[in-house]
């Protein structure tokens, strides 16, 4: 993003200018001012005398999404996500200042192929402003629960698919020095386009592991999803991450939300192909409730994964395959985890 003058950090006190909203000598953020947006950015508006909107493509809370193109580059498709202080309280207006900050924060500092790409952040008197590339697509939540609707589960070759690009992208996180944990992962931050990719969404409780810290500062997370320790018993360590992707994989394949009973599973199984069985005993472990019972990390997890994946494929390729005189009951008969779910099932206790 050009920035419209010359900046002076406040952390630094160095003055910016030019193609980044970093600071060129100490790497803070560095956001410029904008003259006040007085009115909703409305459909052909032109924001910042550079962005023209398109539509709003969504709203929540405090903050609203809008769809632009990039009239300085090439009329790129871009979103605009607006925060808007003006309604809030002092101390909600505290919360939302650090939320956007850190979201800034952290992706400014990321490239990965399942994170959104930022192209710039700025502000007025009662907004903040973060440009990001537009993803086409919905949020995973809404997707399962289009399925649901129609009384079907993602097949699981798509779950294994998701699980192993949420693996990748835990997996650069966590090697980040220090390490960063998402702390938030669940459905409703998960975009996917319809060419089945994902991107991780809000980074607005992402922190860095610090070692020797006895616990969180403040308890954030969501629930049904966030490990134990995220209630301010300990410090979050990448070890939330795995039980967040163990409660997220659990949903996917059960179609149970995990916010309406926290902290319990019931356990699945496949019935059908033994060498899949494992694949529920990962779930399980990875959402145990001591730390210290959980895989240790995001690697061996995408490992297990890819060896599950590995072996369903091979399976599928050798799928035994009917003749003209077999009716579709009788091969979903013989075969039931060819159908769509995978021949997972959950457990009754």
């Given at each position: ?38 009115d909703p950015l ?249 730390m210290d019972k ?56």
């Open positions: 993003m050009v920035l419209p003058v010359s900046v002076r950090c406040s952390v630094c006190g160095d003055m910016n200018s030019g193609v980044t909203f970093l600071c060129q000598s100490c790497n803070n953020l560095v956001l410029p001012d904008i003259p006040d947006v007085l409305l459909p052909n508006s032109l924001f910042n005398q550079r962005y023209l909107i398109a539509e709003q493509v969504g709203s929540g809370g405090f903050a609203a999404v809008y769809k632009a193109v990039d009239t300085q580059m090439d009329n790129r498709q871009v979103a605009i996500k607006e925060i808007n202080l003006s309604k809030l309280d002092l101390q909600a207006a505290l919360d939302a200042t650090d939320t956007f900050y850190r979201e800034v924060s952290f992706l400014s500092r990321l490239t990965h192929t399942n994170l959104p790409r930022i192209y710039g952040a700025c502000r007025d008197s009662k907004h903040f402003y973060l440009i990001m590339n537009f993803i086409a697509g919905e949020t995973l939540e809404a997707y399962q629960n289009r399925l649901l609707m129609q009384k079907t589960l993602l097949p699981l070759s798509e779950v294994l698919s998701i699980g192993l690009q949420l693996c990748a992208v835990l997996e650069y996180l966590h090697a980040q020095e220090p390490p960063i944990v998402f702390r938030d992962l669940k459905p409703a931050n998960i975009m996917r386009t319809p060419q089945r990719r994902l991107f991780l969404i809000d980074f607005g409780i992402a922190r860095h592991f610090r070692p020797g810290q006895a616990r969180d500062t403040i308890a954030l997370g969501s629930l049904g999803y966030a490990a134990p320790e995220q209630y301010g018993k300990t410090q979050t360590t990448p070890l939330a991450d795995i039980y967040s992707l163990g409660a997220v994989l659990h949903q996917l394949l059960s179609g149970n939300d995990p916010s309406e009973a926290p902290f319990r599973f019931a356990p699945l199984s496949i019935d059908s192909l033994s060498s899949l069985s494992r694949l529920g005993a990962l779930i399980a472990q990875m959402v145990e409730m001591e959980r895989p240790t990390s995001i690697t061996l997890i995408r490992q297990e994964l890819q060896y599950i994946a590995n072996v369903w494929k091979a399976a599928m390729l050798n799928f035994w395959r009917p003749g003209p005189e077999h009716t579709s009951s009788q091969v979903i008969g013989r075969n039931s985890y060819a159908s769509g779910y995978g021949g997972l099932n959950q457990q009754k206790n």
